[in-house]
């Protein structure tokens, strides 16, 4: 069920131009903290190795979102 949610979700997104501002406003934060890089890879075999079926952390989002937002998702996180 959340996998086939998940997957309508992300699919139908239309980007307008959002996904380039979303990435400048990154770059300008990057400039101002130093932090340890990592690879789209490492995201991904985080996320797999999470537990599914538990509660939202402090920011709501769930683990299915990330489990199946496959790595489409997970590049996307390694710009934040």
Not at 21 to 38: G, R, S
């Amino acid at each position: 069920m959340w996998k086939q949610h998940f997957a309508a979700l992300y699919s139908s997104f239309v980007d307008n131009g959002q996904q380039t501002l979303f990435e400048t406003k990154i770059d300008n934060k990057l400039l101002e903290v130093e932090c340890t890089a990592f690879t789209v890879l490492d995201v991904i075999n985080v996320v797999k190795k999470m537990k599914l079926g538990k509660c939202p952390g402090p920011n709501g989002i769930h683990m299915e979102a990330l489990y199946y937002g496959g790595k489409r998702l997970c590049t996307l996180l390694c710009t934040v």
